[in-house]
């Protein structure tokens, strides 16, 4: 739990800050600017490329880093790269290789690249909606190494997913990050690109004590920052696991749980 007033709030984006069809409500506008008002900061923080979070900055007002690729790459709102931990150099086309085995689709984020061997596969055309940015695909991954920001296995079985995750902890142990974003997703960082890390560098770059720090998500990759910060929320729509890691958990986000959760723990705490 927090010690002291709450000074920062920093916000998973897909299933926390936006609905499920991916907009940002008045509600959730309004919350912000309530914070805001309370001398609250507030940042962002998402498993999608720098370029997906752009759209955030000007109807929040955002002035704080934009935390992509799950802490992976930090950057300025006007996409200035602050700071990028990339994914070690040995270990980029092992996890290629692990993916594929469990019939895992393979992209990977090369700097301000996204390369997929098939732009008819799952899941593709909606992130390529959602982030607003076009894929380059190859016929293979042999020439893509060094500066590798993320590496993602996607796939709707989620027994096969769940299976790669742990082959991937086995196999790498702490030499990378593994974390499930959604439930199609398995994201493979490097070690410190974590959620946590974020809260840690948003304390130091602010000179705000974690225990003053709160965080609010719904996936399993949220749970790093929850861990760190000083008073946690978990959406209505995450599951069982995630919710028993925070302290709070609010409605869904079909019902404006992050509008909702400002104001009954974030500014309650303040």
Request: with cysteine; charged share 20%.
């Amino acid at each position: 739990m927090s010690e002291g007033p709450i000074r920062l709030l920093l916000s998973d984006v897909d299933g926390t800050l936006v609905t499920p069809d991916k907009e940002l409500t008045e509600d959730s506008i309004a919350a912000v600017r309530r914070l805001r008002q309370a001398g609250i900061e507030f940042a962002i923080t998402s498993a999608r490329p720098p370029a997906g979070l752009v759209q955030f900055v000007a109807p929040l007002g955002l002035t704080t880093p934009l935390a992509a690729f799950n802490g992976g790459a930090l950057v300025d709102a006007d996409l200035t790269v602050i700071e990028e931990k990339v994914v070690p150099d040995d270990a980029v086309t092992p996890t290629i290789e692990l993916l594929a085995v469990h019939d895992l689709s393979v992209w990977v984020y090369q700097g301000t690249d996204w390369f997929v061997l098939d732009r008819d596969g799952e899941h593709v055309d909606r992130e390529a909606w959602i982030c607003g940015c076009e894929p380059t695909v190859l016929a293979d991954f042999r020439g893509v190494n060094g500066g590798v920001l993320k590496i993602v296995g996607v796939s709707d079985d989620a027994a096969a997913g769940a299976a790669a995750l742990l082959a991937m902890d086995k196999r790498f142990g702490r030499r990378i990050t593994a974390t499930r974003s959604q439930t199609y997703f398995l994201d493979v960082t490097h070690p410190e690109a974590n959620k946590g890390q974020v809260v840690t560098y948003l304390s130091k770059r602010y000179g705000i004590a974690p225990a003053q720090i709160a965080t609010i998500g719904d996936m399993h990759n949220d749970v790093a920052m929850f861990e760190v910060a000083g008073l946690s929320v978990a959406m209505g729509n995450a599951d069982d696991a995630v919710q028993r890691a925070a302290n709070y958990v609010t409605t869904s986000n079909v019902e404006e749980g992050f509008a909702n959760a400002v104001n009954e723990f974030i500014l309650s705490a303040s």
